[in-house]
T-cell receptor
């Protein structure tokens, strides 16, 4: 049982390049989330997927797109990376229902030069 | 919109002593959940403890306990018998009910150092 996995762990991009961050969970969770963490800040929600087939914007969605490929996988795409997107990105998942806590992946450190 | 405030950017505690990390939040909801997450240098986010707002009893997990004051909208974390492995960033988080209100809202974190 690996929990939540993310790839890659580190990535350096040039401004304007595109890339996709991958996330998968093996806990049969319905809900999945993408956050970013910047220095001196807590985690901020980019997008979430309450269930397979649905996605919704979070607090900071600009410059990102997501795909809920199936119940297990939720990817985050940067179409044209900008230095302001330099951050640590976390994927998380939770079971359905309001009381369930979120389980986090190990994070991806992305640097855009 | 809900907000979470952690007023202590950094805290320090002597090994084996007790430390309390503060958290306040703002909400108009009556039912919600509160969490404390630990983030060690490995970056992994680890759930420490959670509290349901409808429960008057404060949550406890081994050396970790909370002081939940609903009227004051305060949710502090007490770490007893501090250990070197407790050194980490600690984030307070709020979760409302349903839809987008069910997403986690984080404070900016408190960096805890433990001195041997």
């Amino acid at each position: 049982n690996a929990g939540v996995t993310q790839t890659p762990k580190f990535q350096v991009l040039k401004t304007g390049q595109s890339m996709t961050l991958q996330c998968a969970q093996d806990m049969n969770h319905n809900s999945m989330y993408w956050y970013r963490q910047d220095p001196g800040m807590g985690l901020r929600l980019i997008y979430y997927s309450a269930s397979e087939g649905t996605t919704d914007k979070g607090e900071v969605p600009n410059g990102y797109n997501v795909s809920r490929l199936n119940k297990r996988e939720f990817s985050l795409r940067l179409e044209s990376a900008a230095p302001s997107q330099t951050s640590v990105y976390f994927c998380a998942s939770s079971a359905a229902g309001n009381s369930y806590e979120q389980y986090f992946g190990p994070g991806t450190r992305l640097t855009v030069t | 919109a809900q907000t979470v405030t952690q007023s202590q950017p950094e805290m320090s505690v002597q090994e084996a002593e007790t430390v309390t990390l503060s958290c306040t939040y703002d909400t108009s909801e009556s039912d919600y959940y509160l969490f404390w997450y630990k983030q060690p240098p490995s970056r992994q986010m680890i759930l420490v403890i959670r509290q349901e707002a409808y429960k008057q009893q404060n949550a406890t997990e081994n050396r970790f306990s909370v002081n939940f004051q609903k009227a004051a909208k305060s949710f502090s974390l007490k770490i007893s018998d501090s250990q070197l492995g407790d050194a980490a960033m600690y984030f307070c988080a709020y979760k409302g009910y349903g839809g987008s209100q069910g997403n986690l809202i984080f404070g900016k974190g408190t960096k805890l150092s433990v001195k041997p």
